[in-house]
């Protein structure tokens, strides 16, 4: 089932981690250094933290968690179709996880991703 992903810098990742981990009753699905993640199932939501203490901003990007390639593949097609510029990274690590992914930008300029995972990594490797 597809979730909405929400991605926030943090200016101390343990503090946000023991915080988020009680607003929502669930410990991170991920967790490295400066970093964690969290499935949460009610509300369904992909929780991301990035620890970044000179961000100018709390928000990081925007994205949509699909179950695979294909629904990558026709959130493409169907942005493209609606006239928006889509930017693709297929086998891209990020996030500690290697991905399928296409990029849009909101009118504001805030970043949305619609991705997979498709397995597990040991590297960040983010932009």
């Not at 250094?33 to 199932?41: E, L, T």
């Not at 901003?57 to 493209?80: F, P």
């Amino acid at each position: 089932m597809p979730r909405l992903q929400l991605a926030l810098n943090v200016s101390n990742i343990d503090t946000a981690v023991d915080f988020y981990s009680k607003l929502f009753g669930t410990e991170p699905a991920k967790r490295r250094p400066g970093y964690a993640n969290f499935a949460i199932a009610e509300p369904p939501l992909k929780l991301v933290l990035f620890e970044n203490p000179s961000a100018t901003g709390k928000l990081n990007h925007l994205g949509i968690e699909v179950e695979s390639s294909a629904q990558v593949e026709q959130a493409s097609d169907r942005l493209q179709q609606a006239n928006l510029t889509v930017r693709s990274e297929n086998n891209t690590t990020c996030c500690y996880a290697l991905q399928d992914k296409i990029w849009v930008t909101d009118p504001d300029g805030d970043e949305w991703e619609v991705y997979t995972v498709l397995k597990d990594s040991a590297t960040f490797a983010c932009k």
